[in-house]
């Protein structure tokens, strides 16, 4: 199948529904839809892409061509063994204990911090082959702890449970992603850390949002945020957690076309992050001035205000201590933002700039193949830069990367 969007588009909707019809159901102008079919367009806002994808009672990966599996020579690594990790019935049968090893806590920690740093770094592949054995191990641990160490136990197979959710919605696996967001809530409940089990709750919140559950996750985040709320004096960790569920909410606001509200949530979260003074990661989660200012160029961009997303980038701190990963996605928002405004050169920059910064990332993120793939139909750039991206890219040949 041709791997752009509007090819897709036209792949689901062939005798079941007219363009007309699709407009008509996802609420995304014809107009839209025709340019995206006829290749004029191959970008629009991830809101856009939502509604058509439930309009067509798809998930939107089919439409965006995500890469879904990593191969391996190693039987234990990749898709289907942290699918098995995930569904285990090993404790239905007694023997959780009887293939992995439990590990003492500090060793479970230390799991845990790898898999976090692996992801943030942008290594996917490398977590393909340790998700497995680490999901199976803090499960052993979890089950085996003296009832001393039992809560901490649980918190830690918990996180790294939101790792592995955070990993298969990369890879562009969603059903795998709720499977592990539900374990991490269900893991998190036998312990005793209310930030923790906030977090999580965020991270239920984004995954709505991946499926396009705007509403849903706006509430989730909100009450999550209003279950925590902080008096006057609290610890940084809490203030934190508190600020950047005030951005997820605001962030599945500005999805959800409630402008106002995400503007209003976002002023909110800056407070918090004023109060902090700069960039804190706790609870494997960014927040501060950097984390509210990267947000609001989100809520813009998918707002549609692209010369407001561009001009909150430019606030961004120079001394940002934002993980890899969400700088470069951050870089993809203003290539999309700079796409729109027709900034052809400037977008290029971008996303070479995103590829510089987390090569690995690129492999397993549509964005930059849709900004690419704009800027080579549209023509305005000629450049060896933009021919040797779009070949790394294989954007060239859509056959090589997609398939039939």
Same mark, same amino acid.
């Given at each position: ?32 839809i025709r340019k995206l079919e006829q290749g004029l367009k191959h ?36 898709? %289907? ?7 285990? %019935? ?78 298969v919605t990369r890879l562009g696996q969603p059903d795998l992603a ?13 312990? @005793? ?10 991270? %239920? ?26 008096? @006057? ?127 690995? !990332? !690129? ?42």
């Amino acid at each position: 199948m041709d791997g752009r969007i509007g090819a897709r588009i036209q792949h689901f909707r062939h005798g079941l529904l007219t363009q007309q019809e699709l407009a008509d159901r996802s609420g995304v102008s014809v107009s839209l839809i025709r340019k995206l079919e006829q290749g004029l367009k191959h970008t629009t806002t991830i809101t856009n892409l939502h509604s058509i994808a439930r309009a067509l009672d798809v998930d939107i990966v089919a439409l965006l061509a995500k890469p879904t599996t990593m191969p391996s020579a190693d039987p234990n690594s990749g898709i %289907v063994a942290i699918r098995d990790a995930l569904t285990a %019935v090993d404790d239905l049968l007694d023997d959780v204990t009887e293939h992995d090893d439990p590990a003492d806590l500090a060793e479970a920690h230390r799991v845990v911090q790898y898999a976090w740093g692996s992801y943030w770094a942008g290594r996917l592949d490398l977590l393909t082959s340790l998700l497995p054995t680490g999901l199976a191990q803090l499960r052993a641990t979890a089950r085996s702890a003296p009832e001393r160490h039992r809560a901490q136990a649980y918190e830690l197979l918990a996180d790294l449970y939101c790792v592995t959710r955070c990993t298969v919605t990369r890879l562009g696996q969603p059903d795998l992603a709720w499977l592990a967001i539900r374990n991490a809530l269900d893991s998190v409940k036998r312990g @005793s850390d209310e930030l923790l089990h906030a977090m999580i709750r965020s991270s %239920v919140a984004h995954q709505l949002l991946t499926q396009g559950r705007y509403d849903e996750a706006h509430r989730v985040a909100l009450r999550a945020a209003e279950d925590i709320e902080p008096p @006057s004096n609290v610890s940084l960790p809490h203030l934190s957690a508190y600020g950047h569920l005030l951005l997820m909410a605001a962030s599945a606001a500005a999805r959800d076309q409630q402008a106002g509200q995400a503007v209003d949530l976002l002023a909110a979260s800056m407070e918090s992050a004023k109060r902090i003074g700069g960039d804190r990661n706790d609870y494997e989660t960014s927040f501060g001035l950097s984390q509210a200012t990267m947000q609001a160029i989100d809520v813009h961009v998918v707002s549609e205000n692209y010369e407001k997303a561009l001009a909150a980038a430019d606030r961004l701190p120079r001394d940002t201590r934002l993980p890899v990963v969400l700088r470069a996605r951050g870089l993809y928002d203003q290539a999309f933002a700079h796409v729109q405004l027709g900034h052809d050169e400037r977008a290029l920059d971008s996303v070479l700039a995103a590829e510089a910064m987390a090569p690995d !990332m !690129m492999r397993y993120h549509a964005l930059p193949r849709q900004i690419v793939d704009d800027l080579r139909e549209r023509g305005r750039v000629r450049s060896s830069r933009l021919t040797k991206l779009a070949r790394r890219l294989a954007v060239h040949d859509r056959s090589a990367l997609y398939g039939d």
